[in-house]
């Protein structure tokens, strides 16, 4: 499968929307449409932290989504990021598009001098557990947050 990575366009937005949906029921989560237009707006915006990078198929269809936050970080000079959504179409998994994603990430990185690419995902998400152990170390840090 023939796919390309760049980054977010305004007009992506009815493309986008189905992957940004298939995460959210991934985790079954939802939230409200507010939220959906606010993030979607962030990341056009050059001033946001945020960002976000997509897998194109050569005819336009959006196949992969990989959203993330920039930020801070107290014990570096560095910005940090933080790879907060990944997410491929079941159409197109097994093709490489998750890992392209990510090392798309780290070539920004690389190429802004970010301290580090970090992500967490749930214990249970084997399949993208096995992606992860090839392309980056556990951390040994167990994540604890207040409900």
Request: proline share 3%; with cysteine.
């Amino acid at each position: 499968m023939s796919f390309n990575i760049r980054a977010l366009r305004a007009e992506d937005r009815p493309n986008w929307e189905p992957l940004w949906a298939g995460y959210l029921e991934f985790y079954n989560a939802t939230l409200a449409p507010e939220i959906t237009d606010a993030t979607f707006a962030r990341f056009l915006d050059p001033n946001s932290n945020l960002f976000a990078l997509v897998a194109e198929r050569e005819d336009g269809a959006l196949l992969g989504i990989v959203q993330c936050v920039l930020h801070d970080h107290g014990w570096s000079l560095n910005k940090f990021c933080y790879l907060e959504d990944l997410f491929v179409s079941a159409d197109a998994r097994g093709a490489g598009l998750g890992r392209a994603l990510i090392e798309a990430v780290y070539a920004r990185a690389e190429a802004n001098d970010w301290g580090r690419v970090y992500w967490l995902t749930h214990e249970t998400n084997a399949t993208a557990r096995k992606l992860y152990d090839q392309v980056a170390s556990k951390s040994g840090f167990i994540q604890y947050h207040r409900p």
